[in-house]
């Protein structure tokens, strides 16, 4: 008996569209293990997944969706850390300890797929979509938590914002600022908008 859909949720995918998703993926990988990401191209990943162009830009959309999509394994468990993980970084510990738990994880996870997520997020609706929603409104929590009088979601907004891909590459490509100083200005940063949490 096939199983009913639940609401809210999307249709389940139809399998040769799961398959081609699966093709093009394996393929972008491969592009990536190759040549990096500066390598891809929606028509060369599909070139070589054997699947036609017009597949890849439904699935996709653009590079910045092959992206994100390309990073999803690692998005993850990075949420599944943050949201329900050990503390600092899980539930359990003070709020100032972890907004500061999460900020560093996510610049280190920046750094791990530091050209991915550059990619993600250069289109106009890149910066604010993907996983930014969920890093926001986990902010916005920690935040009232820690000081309910504080405007959340502007001041979430703006840590966020320090650690755009685009912000963290200008300030290591142009700013020549190593990752140890972008992490200790972090905290300056931190240690004068949470005080002693």
């Known amino acids: 008996m096939q199983p009913l859909p639940m609401a809210g949720q999307p249709p389940a995918e139809r399998a040769d569209a ?13 592009i990536v293990a190759a040549r990096g990401v500066a390598g891809l191209a929606l028509d ?4 070589e997944a054997g ?3 017009g597949t890849a830009y439904r699935r996709f959309g653009d590079l910045s969706g092959l992206a994100y999509t390309l990073m999803e394994g690692h998005e993850v468990r990075f949420q599944e850390a943050f949201l ?9 510990a003070p709020p100032a300890a972890r907004i500061r738990a999460f900020l560093h994880a996510l610049l280190d996870l920046q750094r791990d797929q530091w050209e991915l997520r550059l990619l993600a997020t250069t289109t106009a609706q890149g910066w604010g ?3 930014y929603k969920t890093y926001h409104l986990h902010l916005v929590t920690l935040l009232d938590e820690l000081d309910p009088a504080r405007d959340a979601a502007y001041t979430a907004s703006v840590l966020l914002a320090l650690l755009q891909p685009a912000v ?3 300030q ?5 600022l ?6 200790s200005g972090l905290d300056t940063v931190l240690d004068a908008l949470l005080g002693d949490g």
Do not use: F, K, M, Y
């Not at 290591?172 to 020549?176: E, K, N, P, S």
């Open 51 to 53: 699947v036609g162009v």
């Open 178 to 183: 190593t990752p140890d100083r972008i992490r």
């Open 172 to 176: 290591q490509r142009v700013l020549d």
């Open 129 to 131: 979509s993907g996983p």
């Open 84 to 92: 329900g993980g050990p503390p600092p970084l899980g539930p359990g």
């Open 18 to 30: 799961a398959r081609n998703r699966q093709r093009l993926v394996d393929a972008a990988l491969r």
């Open 44 to 47: 060369e990943v599909a070139r």
């Open 168 to 170: 963290l590459d200008h």
